[in-house]
């Protein structure tokens, strides 16, 4: 089986996780996988050994491959970790970036804008990913973009949320990260490192609450919950 083929499966299934459409902590069939993307077993496996590197799925000794959980464990290390990376990936991005780093960052803003204003969540998260991924690749600095590879999968996996608004002012959040990506691009063209971090930071704590919602239980029905209290 060609190489097109297993990167064409491997660019779908980060899609897939990405997007939610293959939830966290969900064993994978290979049978039914391999076969969908017509792969024979021992590809297909490479394409997993692949999204395991990178921090997509897990796989388990005589247990096959799941979807990279999102438990409480590994949420509470997200929130923990994710403002340092990006700042300091922020700081160097500003120090280093180039024409063609800002050419590609505004492309991928305009791509990211017209998702937004089209109400797609999942294109807005995955132009969302991309656009910090294209900030990570600015800061030449190899060991902080494994780092951001990685939260980037939960981020982006939460973002599934931040971008579905159920509310007004859900959507001035939304309008507001627009916002915070052009001040962020120009901040980095103008070298301007403190001005890139400061609004780094504003963009992570624009989201913070929202996306926490992802890992917090729905409150119980009221009769449930005098149930509860009553016992």
Same mark, same amino acid.
């Given at each position: 089986m060609g190489s097109s083929a297993k990167e064409t499966c491997l660019a779908d299934l980060k899609k897939r996780i990405l997007t939610l459409a293959l939830e966290p902590g969900v064993d994978l069939d290979e049978v039914t996988l391999s076969s969908e993307y017509g792969l024979s077993r021992t590809p297909f496996r490479e394409v997993l050994q692949r999204l395991a590197g990178a921090g997509y799925v897990s796989i388990a000794s005589n247990r096959g491959a799941k979807v990279a959980s999102m438990d409480v464990s590994v949420m509470r290390v997200f929130f923990q970790t994710a403002p340092a990376i990006y700042a300091n990936i922020a700081r160097l991005a500003a120090e280093h970036r180039t024409q063609p780093d800002l050419s590609r960052l505004r492309k991928t803003q305009d791509r990211f804008r017209k998702a937004v204003g &089209?109400?797609?969540?999942?294109?807005?998260?995955? %132009?969302?990913?991309?656009?910090?991924?294209?900030?990570g690749e600015m800061a030449r600095n190899p060991y902080l973009s494994i780092?951001?590879?990685?939260?980037?999968?939960?981020?982006?996996?939460?973002? #599934?949320?931040?971008?579905?608004?159920?509310? #007004?002012?859900? /959507?001035?959040?939304? #309008? /507001?990260?627009?916002?915070?990506?052009? *001040?962020?691009?120009? %901040?980095?063209?103008?070298?301007?490192?403190?001005? *890139?971090? *400061?609004?780094?930071?504003?963009?992570?704590?624009?989201?913070? &609450?929202?996306?926490?919602?992802?890992?917090?239980?729905?409150?119980?029905?009221?009769?449930?919950?005098?149930? %509860?209290?009553?016992?």
């Open positions: &089209d109400k797609e969540p999942s294109a807005a998260a995955l %132009a969302n990913h991309a656009f910090h991924e294209i900030v780092c951001l590879d990685r939260l980037l999968i939960d981020h982006t996996r939460l973002g #599934q949320t931040f971008y579905s608004p159920e509310s #007004q002012g859900d /959507t001035k959040l939304i #309008q /507001t990260a627009v916002a915070q990506h052009d *001040a962020m691009i120009d %901040a980095i063209s103008d070298h301007d490192a403190e001005r *890139a971090v *400061a609004l780094t930071v504003e963009h992570w704590d624009l989201s913070r &609450d929202r996306i926490e919602r992802f890992v917090r239980p729905d409150p119980l029905p009221m009769e449930l919950g005098e149930i %509860a209290n009553a016992v």
